[in-house]
């Protein structure tokens, strides 16, 4: 090819004025390959298309069987095109025909062919189709031609997705008009009806090709500082917020914003001949396609602040606003993204959103953590709700459920309504429960506790009139940390959430890594099953000194109170024992340094892995106190993971097997004196509750929005009477899968709120 720079600028510019021609999308395409193929100096040159069906159409074609167009498909991943489909990157061939993927379609007549050149059709790291060159003889295609290439597919990229290559109309259009249900991931409880609100931080790069390099790296400079500076900004005024994890994803975020890694990359885009957006697009489009391609939660979860920066940096380039203007914001606005980085969000006015939709995002991504800072309603993992909705557009968000009702019809909307004002008149109902005793009306009292596990959950202590914070998961500060916690970091953390409940003990449970919580410098290991494989307790006795600075630290955080500390995923007493020396070690090594104890120190084990259950009575001697972590016991003993839909349908919580279970596990408890609680979901669940009750439980920890629930029924339960309709059917043996239905008619026909 002649030149990295005037070849894709010529040929830039007769595209350019190709796609501005009055012809019909066929004719513009067809232009387009002629164009490029002279330009590359290539016998061929095609165009391949990815159809919402996930296959590969070929769209265009100079060189091969002009017959084949539009009836030529292929899957992702197969034959060499469908390669470039699957993984999003280059592929540079002298004989393709040697390369093991190869495999020719007879009806395009491309078997005469011999060098390749493909390069994926990237937008936003999503892959929209494939651009490939061929020639006859073996050739051997440079650096600078797969750059060339590379920016030719920038520009068929914005007219794939603008639509200007489109040969027929996209029959999902007519969804713009109709009412729709999607269903996601609940992430922040609560309900938001209100107006779409597209948050577009995207801009299209109309001008990819440099015409002054040393200006665009100018201009680029330029423009990091900037953005670093307003990232600066919303970090020094993050307090408005006041404390919070919300505050160290800040910090994260300007980390990346940091990253010389990522900047020199955008240098080296610019001095190979783009413009300062292109390179933006091209460093943006390379990342997000291989970690898309990630299996890693935390990477993933990483790619929306690698999102959020590239998209401020282009907003900073062409002077357009980040996020909408603020008085352009609705009243009611329901913000609906594909992704948002925490910043982003925190650039909106509080005051006028209702709700979030993700189409990407976890419960433990960054914009969520922010978002339950704020209280605001999210849902997250809602597919495809971007291609059916519009700015305007009225909208339902239900942070509970997980449901997402996009233009719901009259009726749906009425209902949602009453359901808010419902939510609210309940609030105030619980709320006004906060300091009444949890005790049943034949006497019994029942303590209620909190899980938590973020520093902004604290002051839902005293709102919701917890016991105690029954449940801290530690690991969460862990995961989003960018390197792992020192001792004196875990120190202040530990102290400052001790600090957030003065008058209520909180039980600390150790690591519980591994599995789907993944750090980020830690080396990932690949287990065929990692829920079974090295997590929690088992990291922690295998890497002791990850153990001991955790416990020296949560020690030192508690000088002169009562600390209780507990670890997870136990599965034998052997394993409880050693983590206890650890501890008392700890303790001693406090001591001997002159650092002031805890005024006592309580070490408990979790009941979560089956095989604890047939050493009930050995465990409950040697432990402080047991809490019962129901999620996995009950997934385990089913063996049935609980996050897969084929599966996690497949059994009941409320099963006799499993009320059996735990019943056992209440019942050494008693005989030991020992303290027993359970945290996993269950408690939290009005009925599921009141099963526990009947089977022994007197202490429960559950998220703070279910003590309002869960006192109120308790407030109107004869537990005496509960206890023994509850053991007769479990004693009935009739081989029921449940016994749900019976008690919740019991609970209905007394009047016991669910």
Known sequence: MRSALGGPRLLLRRLREISAESVSAQARLDKIVVQIAANMVAEVCSVYVLRADQRLEL????????????????????GLV?????????????????????????????????????????????????????????????????????????????????????????????????????????????????????????????????EDISGELGRLEQAIDAMRAAIDELVAHGDRMGAGEHREVLQTVRMVANDRGWVRRLREAVMSGLTAEAAVERVQNDARARMQRQTDPYLRDRLHDLDDIANRLLHQLTGQSYVADRDSVPENAIIVARTMGPAALLDYDRQRLRGLVLEEGGPTSHVAIVARALGVATVGLVQGLIDIVETGDPIIVDGSTGEVHVRPQPDVQSAYAEKARLRARRQEQYARLRDVPA????????????????AIDMPHVHETGAASVGLF????????APRFPRMDEQHRFYKAVLDAAPDRPITFRTLDIGSDKILPYMAKIEEENPALGWRAIRIGLDRPGLLRMQIRAMLKAGADRDLRIMFP????????????????????????????????LRLGAMVEVPSLLWELDLIAERADFLSVGSNDLVQYMYAADRD????????????????????????????????????????????????????????LSMSPSAIGPVK??????????????LATLLAADDGAPSVREKLRDYALSRNIPL
């Open 644 to 699: 897969n839909t084929r599966v996690s349908k497949r059994y009941d919580n409320l099963s006799p097997p499993v009320l059996r279970a735990l019943e056992r596990v209440a019942e050494a408890g008693r005989r030991a004196n020992t303290p027993v609680t359970l945290c996993g979901e269950m408690g939290g669940r009005p009925l599921e509750a009141l099963a526990l009750l009947a089977i022994g439980y007197r202490s």
């Open 569 to 600: 995923m136990i599965a034998n007493v052997a394993e409880f024992e050693a983590a206890r020396a650890i501890a008392l070690r700890e303790l001693d090594h406090i001591k001997r340094h002159d650092y002031s104890p805890p005024r006592s």
């Open 712 to 725: 109120s029924m308790i407030l109107n339960v004869d537990l005496d009477e509960a206890q023994v309709f």
């Open 59 to 78: 769209y265009a074609t100079e060189g091969l069987n002009r017959e084949a167009v539009h009836q030529t498909t292929m899957h992702s991943g197969e």
């Open 473 to 480: 998961r530690t690991e969460l500060q862990f995961m989003l």
């Open 439 to 454: 005790i049943t009306k034949d006497g019994v009292q029942i303590a209620l506790h909190m899980n938590a596990g973020l």
């Open 82 to 210: 469908g390669l470039i489909a699957k993984s999003a990157e280059p592929l540079a061939l002298s004989e393709a025909q040697e390369h093991p993927a190869f495999a020719y379609k007879p009806e395009t007549g491309e078997e005469v062919y011999h060098s390749f050149l493909g390069v994926p059709i990237l937008r936003g790291g999503n892959t929209l189709g494939v651009l490939v060159v061929q020639n006859k003889v073996r050739r051997v295609y440079s650096e600078e031609e797969i750059e060339a290439l590379q920016t030719t597919a920038m520009l068929l990229a914005e007219l794939i997705a603008s639509g200007e290559l489109q040969a027929i109309e996209d029959p999902r259009d007519l969804a713009l008009y109709r009412p729709a249900t999607l269903r996601g991931s609940p992430m922040v409880e609560g309900v938001g009806l209100g107006h779409v609100l597209l948050h577009e931080p995207r801009v299209v790069v109309k001008q990819l090709v440099a």
